[in-house]
């Protein structure tokens, strides 16, 4: 009986090992690549052509990036999280101006600011492949907004993945979902996840920046979003 105990306290140890391994297995950093699809209101207005066709995630020791650019290189967005339990910054570059709004470490990218937490039911059993990743699905509701699926990896190694947005809870780097901004949904979609690390000084804030309040780089991302309508 003795005997049987041990075999079976031996296997759980062993068991918990293989679980703890195979979990720090998975990616720590990389770079995402999303396709971003448009309402047609927006994708067939003659200046669609300047709205950003991508947005990248970078992502090395928990430290986060989100960088979407337009065309011609006429403005760029980039979101940095530096960590868990640190402030997050937000920086605009239109021409040669740069913009930045520091926020606390529970503030949303401001994509999000005026969502509060959706409701969300989990399809744990309906998978689907996306950037070579399987993905588990989810269905998303905003008070007020249709419906939409989400589908994220639980292979991707980060803490908190989506953090700084309504979906902190999702148990997983979400690789295809929707954002409703001033009444503009935006659809992103993983096209390709390069595992090579990115350099640190892509995680670094650029100094040269005038500090604004984030109300200000809203307000010119709203002026652009009316000016492709």
Do not use: W
Request: net charge negative.
């Amino acid at each position: 009986m003795k005997f049987i105990i041990y075999i079976a306290l031996l296997s759980v140890i062993i068991q918990g090992c293989k679980t703890k391994a195979d979990q720090s297995d998975f990616p720590s950093a990389g770079v995402v690549t999303y396709s971003i699809n448009y309402p047609e209101e927006v994708s067939k207005s003659a200046s669609s052509s300047l709205m950003p066709d991508k947005m990248t995630l970078s992502f090395r020791d928990n430290k986060v990036r989100y960088n979407l650019k337009g065309s011609f290189n006429v403005f760029a967005l980039d979101f940095f999280s530096p960590a868990i339990d640190d402030s997050c910054a937000t920086i605009f570059r239109f021409m040669d101006n740069k913009l930045m709004y520091k926020g606390a470490c529970r503030s949303n990218f401001f994509f999000f600011n005026d969502q509060v937490s959706p409701e969300i039911t989990y399809f744990k059993d309906e998978t689907k492949e996306i950037a070579g990743l399987t993905c588990r699905k989810g269905e998303v509701t905003f008070k007020g907004l249709p419906t939409f699926d989400i589908y994220y990896a639980e292979s991707i190694n980060i803490d908190i993945p989506n953090r700084h947005t309504p979906f902190s809870e999702v148990p997983g780097l979400l690789l295809e979902f929707s954002v409703d901004y001033n009444g503009v949904r935006f659809h992103f979609t993983a096209k390709d996840i390069d595992y090579n690390i990115p350099s640190k000084s892509t995680f670094k804030v650029p100094n040269k920046s005038k500090n604004v309040p984030e109300s200000e780089i809203e307000d010119l991302i709203i002026t652009l979003i009316h000016n492709f309508q």
